[in-house]
């Protein structure tokens, strides 16, 4: 017989990246709204452009969709970036590498949306680590008008984490996404350092499975069921977590934080681990001088500008930080003889089509402070 329980450890044996049963996945798979642009009268103290910038700004990535932005208003076209303090990963990321990261992503998105709109973002200053969790103060002055236009991007780009083909990013197309960039680099996964970086990643996530911090940190940021996802708009949920058919309908509706606590949960994490990082054309490494503020803020603002223009060559970004947060952070740079801080490591490779975003965002209203 199929009890509940049977059933359960059935989904969960097959792995998450199951094929599709479409008439299934459409139920849970309601795209819209998920990144709304808000046309509403606008917070008393934004103007409507202004207002429209922060809505574009939100779109960036964040590690587990946790949006971590934060910006106070302290007079007309000056504010200040701030991280908020509930949304940091003390289990993954405790000393705000990949907060940081996500502001830069932020504040890449907050500068081109600005810009599409004839606005110009200056940051004016940056802080110290020292200095709590302000992060920059920010400069906003009218523009003369101008030919750029990135709001479509931005709205479109999105982490791709299945689909992706086991071909080659072409060198010139390399070249275009990371406008030569010499903090980029790329390795096949067909290489030696592929299949080292396919070995670490396995490795890294083997250990992070298998500590409780993380995967409790994790379990707090999962959003199973639709009724979640639209009260809380953060987040991980099955869409974004490359769930399809059958298991993401059934883990819709009965998975939970102590689902994600479970062995079986935490074994086919690993399962479809090994076949994604099988399943790609390569990786992408972007290092960084040094772990200062304005360097991590800097490389999050060069990879958002790189995952922009991804879009228009169909190339996936799927960062994989696992090696950076656990033990295997140690041996990564000598075994891929890298000398400079690894930022971060991308399963990367081409899709047959640019799908669109299944993860949610908070509103500005949800994001702003008054001084
Ligand atoms: C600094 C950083 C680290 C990330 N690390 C991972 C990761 O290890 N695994 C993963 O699947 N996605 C990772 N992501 C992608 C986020 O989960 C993703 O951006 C977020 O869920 C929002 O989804 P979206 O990019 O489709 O908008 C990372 C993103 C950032 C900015």
Request: hydrophobic share 35%; charged share 25%.
């Amino acid at each position: 017989m199929l009890t509940r329980r049977n059933f359960f450890k059935k989904i969960l044996g097959l792995t998450i990246l199951g094929s599709g049963i479409s008439s299934l996945s459409k139920c849970s798979q309601n795209h819209s709204n998920l990144r709304e642009i808000r046309m509403a009268k606008p917070p008393d103290n934004l103007n409507k452009k202004e207002y429209l910038t922060l809505q574009y700004a939100a779109m960036a990535p964040s590690g587990h969709n946790t949006q971590p932005w934060q910006i106070e208003i302290r007079e007309p076209g000056k504010w200040l970036l701030l991280f908020d303090k509930s949304r940091q990963l003390p289990a993954i990321d405790p000393n705000n590498r990949e907060l940081m990261l996500s502001l830069g992503a932020f504040l890449g998105n907050l500068k081109l949306a600005a810009k599409s709109i004839n606005i110009d973002v200056s940051i004016a200053k940056i802080f110290s680590k020292s200095s709590g969790n302000k992060v920059a103060k920010l400069e906003l002055k009218q523009n003369k008008p101008n030919e750029t236009d990135h709001l479509t991007e931005i709205k479109s780009r999105r982490t791709h984490k299945n689909g992706i083909l086991n071909k080659d990013i072409k060198p010139e197309d390399f070249r275009y996404i990371t406008n030569n960039s010499e903090d980029i680099n790329y390795i096949s996964n067909n290489s030696k350092e592929g299949r080292i970086l396919q070995e670490l990643t396995i490795e890294a996530n083997r250990l992070q499975v298998n500590r409780d911090e993380a995967q409790l940190e994790l379990s707090n940021w999962i959003r199973w069921s639709q009724k979640k996802i639209r009260k809380f708009r953060d987040g991980l949920n099955p869409n974004s977590m490359g769930m399809k058919g059958i298991i993401k309908w059934y883990a819709s509706h009965f998975f939970s934080k102590k689902t994600v606590m479970s062995k079986s949960f935490r074994k086919s994490t690993l399962k479809m681990v090994r076949k994604q990082v099988e399943n790609c054309g390569g990786w992408l490494i972007i290092t960084s001088p040094n772990y200062k503020p304005e360097s991590l803020l800097n490389t999050g603002i060069e990879f958002e500008k790189m995952c922009l223009k991804t879009i228009k060559k169909k190339i996936a970004i799927h960062p994989m930080s696992q090696i950076l947060e656990e033990k295997t952070k140690e041996k990564v740079n000598s075994l891929l003889n890298i000398d400079q801080p690894i930022q971060f490591i991308i399963r990367t490779g081409y899709l047959n089509k640019y799908k669109k975003p299944v993860s949610i965002r908070r509103p500005v209203e949800w994001f702003i402070i008054n001084s």
